[in-house]
């Protein structure tokens, strides 16, 4: 199967600042495992009663040392395994990141995650310069699949709808480019974007419902033109015209960031998460948005409060609406947004969930930016903070959290946080 990189320009190079290697709990295989003991480690002084890996919950991890980094991190920020015996030995999981492989029916998708700080920054070489490392990768997933990816089914659109894989590349194409249209403030493209999925919720495709009246593969494209001309029209110019996000709506929309900020692991783990007294506490404290905010992630200080994050945080720059729109349209693209590197979403539901994460980087870059840092860095780390935890944290992938996502849609909230926390 072919790999494809992203029209998104969207470059990256490893920069050797080591984050991975102290935030991540890395699997390795039993093959994985036998090659690296085999290399030897254990007769070097600083590997004297050390151990390799530790098993948790049946899965074996790499090892990491009391400063928090792995076990073969160098002093340098270099793999000890890789500087000696190249990237090949290493595990797959330590050589893929950060780059993500998305099924796509005849071919793989190349996406990227931004919670790598070289990704954020669009530091490096462009992924099409990468395409031959990423055709290594897919055939060893292709190798060991039970199913190839090429069998695997497009997600639904919503319910039980479902489209050829090419009208789901279609959709993702033409939201892209609303994504890209620099003539609108990045909110209102997204606000755009929830309309148009409104309106098309209540259509019915091939395959569901009456055949005469279904939208077919030859309407979709005329579709999604005419919507997003309605869409012009209807969606207010500014955030300052929209109506403001409800009670309700603001409550559970705080206890979904409260999942997307936390770090579990590694040297940026939050205090507030060490221990289940603690969680506990700090959702509570979420759910009243009151007072201190929780130290969920090791750079909030411990002066951030949630009033914070209600202070607006005026024009954004250039260099943060690129890196927003350059985040998002990867994201939708690759394809990340639904199916299974999404917990199972729908495509809608999916694009809704991708849209929750801008208002809630922009709360974290005011919680931030009340902490002394700059807007863009604010913005940078709050869209790192993110996307370390937007489809990877299993929290996301609950029934609960789904419920919640369903709720501020269904509600009529989702474009209002938009609009409330894009100001």
């Known amino acids: 199967m072919q790999v494809r990189s992203l029209p998104v320009l969207q470059n990256w190079d490893c920069h050797s600042c080591g984050d991975c290697c102290r935030s991540y709990a890395v699997p390795a295989t039993a093959d994985e495992r036998r090659r690296i003991e085999g290399q030897g480690w254990e007769s070097l002084p600083d590997f004297q009663g050390v151990p390799f890996f530790v098993k948790r919950g049946g899965e074996f991890y790499l090892n990491h040392r009391a400063d928090g980094g ?16 190249g990237s090949a030995a290493k595990p797959l999981a330590c ?67 479902v489209v050829p894989w090419g009208d789901v590349a279609r959709i993702a194409s033409a939201f892209s480019k609303m994504l890209a249209n620099d003539e609108d403030p990045f909110e209102r493209r997204w606000r755009k974007i929830l309309f148009i999925i409104t309106m098309l919720k209540k259509a019915k495709f091939d395959g569901g ?55 579990d692991h590694g040297a940026e783990k939050g205090t507030a998460q060490r221990g289940p007294v603690r969680r506990f506490a700090s959702a509570v404290k ?28 005026g024009a954004l720059s250039d260099t943060a609406v690129s890196l927003l729109a350059r985040w998002h349209r990867v994201k939708v693209e690759s394809l990340q947004f ?10 809608w539901e999916g694009l809704e969930s991708l849209a929750l994460t801008f208002p809630a980087a922009m709360w974290l870059a005011r919680v931030l930016v009340a902490g002394g840092k700059s807007l863009d860095a604010s913005v940078t780390q709050a869209v790192r903070m993110v996307d370390d935890n937007f489809g990877f944290n299993p929290l996301l992938g609950s029934m609960r959290q789904k419920f919640a996502l369903r709720m501020l849609a269904n509600r009529g909230d989702l474009p209002r946080l938009i609009a409330w926390y894009g100001r």
């Open 95 to 161: 050589r893929i990141y950060p780059f993500l492989l998305v099924p796509a029916g005849d071919h793989w998708n190349l996406g990227l995650r931004l919670a790598c700080p070289s990704a954020a920054e669009n530091k490096g070489r462009g992924l099409n310069a990468q395409l031959g490392d990423a055709r290594e990768y897919a055939t060893f997933f292709e190798s060991t699949a039970a199913k190839g990816a090429i069998e695997s089914p497009p997600p639904p659109l919503h319910g039980s709808q």
């Open 70 to 85: 792995c076990v073969f991190l160098g002093t340098d920020n270099l793999c000890r395994i890789h500087g000696k015996f």
């Open 209 to 263: 419902g009456d055949a005469k009246k279904a939208v077919t593969a030859g309407k979709l494209s005329e579709m999604l033109h005419v919507l997003g001309l309605a869409a012009d029209d209807d969606e207010p110019e500014t955030a300052a015209e929209v109506k403001r996000p409800g009670w309700a709506g603001r409550t559970v929309f705080r206890q979904l960031v409260a999942v997307f900020s936390r770090k």
């Open 286 to 313: 979420f759910a009243a948005g009151r007072g201190r905010v929780p130290k969920v992630h090791a750079v909030l200080t411990d002066a951030a409060t949630f009033a914070a994050g209600e202070v607006p945080l």
């Open 338 to 347: 639904c199916g299974s590197p999404n917990f199972g979403l729908s495509v």
